[in-house]
Structure formats: structure tokens, C-alpha cells
């Protein structure tokens, strides 16, 4: 048999007060409503002894508040979006909120099904890395004052709020970092994207490479085919036909595939080239020769973030938060990327 889900009006029945006692002392405010000790500690002790737990669909009608967040990111099993969920996690469990993590593969038709199941749940906001063509989504939101944080990558023609980083300033100076210890055919293996991260990192590396007057050798794979094997045989074409020195990789899981290539296809080149991948791993520490990476600030855009949505949550349609904040990324120089080996 069932056990029967006990509320505050049978809590206040049994012990003879108030279902408004009941419910300021179950919420925090007996002392602010001041309710006695003695009534306080009576309610508590029989809430425990029921073992009581509150009717969350009812208290956020009442409220107005789910206390829940989504979190929707492009693959959360990806180390750069799983370690930044944990980091997001603590900061929203500490403030009284829940997260729901969910991945939209960078599918436009995903995402709108996912925006559209968690609105039909009252959740209190969106923290969204979003795919392609959802920016009449993304605006829909914004204009039924439902709060939502861009981040990774957004969409200048919306006036949204966001957390990005510098992606060609990160790119270009690791660019140069390249450039500075004497490499000159330096290969840029990407995403064929016009998302706004993919083209500031594309721009970063062509930017370095113009103004050192040094040729250019980028490689576009396609995003849909990065689980088959033909993003590595498109890599390795590209490094049999191309006689480079160095390879910048704009993704952490191109760096991964490309490093597999050059094991299996090109074992004399892994102490000869020059390395550098978009976004750190604890793999990239390990490997040999260690890897150069752009790590990207994950406790400052986790905390930047959540500043973002719970002070949106906080304002009015009148005076709504704005905040647009774009971070540096950091160089963790390894063994990868000294001085050219061939010199």
C-alpha cells in the first residue's frame, strides 16, 4: 500500500494550530512572524517524525519559482562541459537551486524540443550553449521575460546576456607562441562552423599568420561526422599532403582524433611537431610530449554564469540585469610546443 503524502493542512490539524503557522515555521520564518519556541519546535519535531516532505508542484505555484535551472550544453560528456557542470552545480545547490543538465548535440531541432519541455515545466531559467538556428527560440524567451545566459557562443543579433571568452585573442597569441619558437607551416585543423567561437578562433590563427606574412593551412571537418571515422581520414590526408611543422587544434576532441592519426599514421612526427589544442585535459598533461593548451577560465564562466541568471531571477522586466562579459583564456605551455625541433 502507498503511503499516504502528508501536507501542512494535516500538520496543522494534528497538533491544532494554524496551516499559516505551519507554514512560516516550515519555511524559516518563525522568528520573523514571531512564533513561539515552544510552537516551533513542536511543528519541526512532527514534520521530522511523518517524515514530511513538501509538495514541490504546489510550492512553485504558489511562488512563482521551480528553484530549477536548466543547463543546456552541446555534449556534456565532454570534459570542458562536465568539469563547468560540476562547477555550476555547487554554486546553484549552495544558493537553494537544482540543475537539470541536458545535451542538444548542437542540433537545432533537439534544443527546441528541449526548451520547449522545460518551459512546459516552470523552470526558473536557462544557462544554454546554443546550436545553430535557435535564435528566434532564444528570442522568444527573452521576450516573455523568462531568464536565459548565452555562453561559449552567441548571437550578436540578439541583445541577450552572455558569458564568452576571447577566442581570437586566445588563438592568436598561442598563434604566436608557435611563431616565437621558430615555427612557420603551422596547420589550423577545425570546425567547419559559422558559430561565433568557431570563426574568433579561425580568425585568431589567420590574423597571427597574416601578420607574421606566413601561409596558411586550415583544415574544416565537418561537426556531424566527428563520431565516424572520417574526420581522421580527412586529418590524415591533410598532414600527408601538407608538409607542416606545427598543428593548432581548435577543439579539445579534434586534438584527440588527431593525435591518434599521428600515432597510427605518422609515429615520426610526434616529437617533430609543433602541438597546441583549444581547451586543456588532464589527458594533455600526461600525454608525450605534454601538450600546449588554451584552457579557458571554468570556475570564473562557472561563477560568472550563475551571477548572470540568479541576478536575472532577482530583477524586473522594468529593470532587467544586463551583462555581456567576455574572459581571457590562459597558455599552459608544455614540451609540445618548444622551441622547433628541426632546427
Given at each position: 500500500m502507498k503511503n499516504k503524502r502528508h501536507s501542512i493542512k494535516d500538520i496543522a490539524a494534528a497538533l491544532n494550530v494554524s496551516v499559516t503557522t505551519v507554514s512560516f515555521v516550515l519555511n524559516g520564518k518563525a522568528k520573523e512572524k514571531r512564533i513561539s519556541e515552544e510552537v516551533t519546535k513542536k511543528v519541526l519535531e512532527y514534520a521530522k517524525s511523518i517524515n514530511y516532505k513538501p509538495n514541490q508542484l504546489a510550492q512553485s505555484l504558489r511562488t512563482g519559482r521551480s528553484k530549477i535551472i536548466v543547463v543546456m550544453v552541446e555534449d556534456i560528456s565532454n570534459y570542458f562541459f562536465s568539469k563547468l557542470a560540476r562547477i555550476i552545480e555547487d554554486i546553484a545547490y549552495d544558493k537553494g537551486y537544482k540543475v537539470l543538465f541536458c545535451?542538444?548535440?548542437n542540433k537545432d531541432d533537439r534544443s527546441r524540443e528541449l526548451i520547449n519541455l522545460f518551459r512546459e515545466r516552470q523552470v526558473d531559467g536557462y544557462i544554454i550553449v546554443p546550436s545553430p538556428g535557435i535564435q528566434e527560440d532564444i528570442s522568444d524567451l527573452v521576450l516573455d521575460d523568462i531568464p536565459v545566459v548565452l555562453f561559449d557562443r552567441y548571437f550578436p543579433e540578439i541583445d541577450t546576456n552572455y558569458v564568452i571568452i576571447d577566442n581570437s585573442e586566445a588563438v592568436h597569441d598561442a598563434s604566436q607562441h608557435l611563431?616565437?619558437?621558430?615555427y612557420k607551416r603551422i596547420g589550423f585543423i577545425t570546425i567547419a562552423s559559422n558559430q561565433t567561437q568557431m570563426e574568433a578562433r579561425q580568425r585568431g590563427y589567420r590574423d597571427a599568420m597574416k601578420e607574421n606574412?606566413?601561409?596558411?593551412?586550415?583544415?574544416?571537418?565537418?561537426f556531424y561526422e566527428k563520431k565516424t571515422g572520417r574526420v581522421k581520414e580527412l586529418i590524415a590526408d591533410y598532414l600527408a599532403?601538407?608538409?607542416?611543422?606545427?598543428?593548432?587544434?581548435?577543439?579539445n576532441y579534434l586534438t584527440q582524433m588527431g593525435l591518434?592519426?599521428?600515432?597510427?599514421?605518422?609515429?615520426?612526427?610526434?616529437?617533430?611537431?609543433?602541438i597546441i589544442t583549444f581547451d586543456d585535459n588532464d589527458l594533455f598533461k600526461i600525454y608525450f610530449p605534454p601538450i600546449t593548451a588554451v584552457s579557458q577560465p571554468l570556475?570564473?564562466?562557472?561563477?560568472e554564469l550563475m551571477n548572470t541568471i540568479l541576478k536575472m531571477l532577482k530583477s524586473t522586466p522594468e529593470k532587467p540585469?544586463?551583462?555581456?562579459?567576455?574572459?581571457?583564456?590562459?597558455?599552459?605551455?608544455?614540451?609540445?610546443?618548444?622551441?622547433?625541433?628541426?632546427l
Open positions: 545535451s542538444n548535440e611563431i616565437d619558437n621558430s606574412d606566413l601561409d596558411e593551412f586550415v583544415l574544416e571537418v565537418p599532403n601538407n608538409d607542416l611543422d606545427a598543428i593548432f587544434f581548435a577543439t591518434e592519426v599521428i600515432r597510427e599514421s605518422f609515429p615520426e612526427k610526434i616529437n617533430e611537431l609543433g570556475e570564473e564562466i562557472g561563477k540585469y544586463r551583462n555581456q562579459k567576455i574572459l581571457p583564456a590562459s597558455l599552459i605551455k608544455r614540451n609540445s610546443s618548444f622551441p622547433n625541433k628541426k
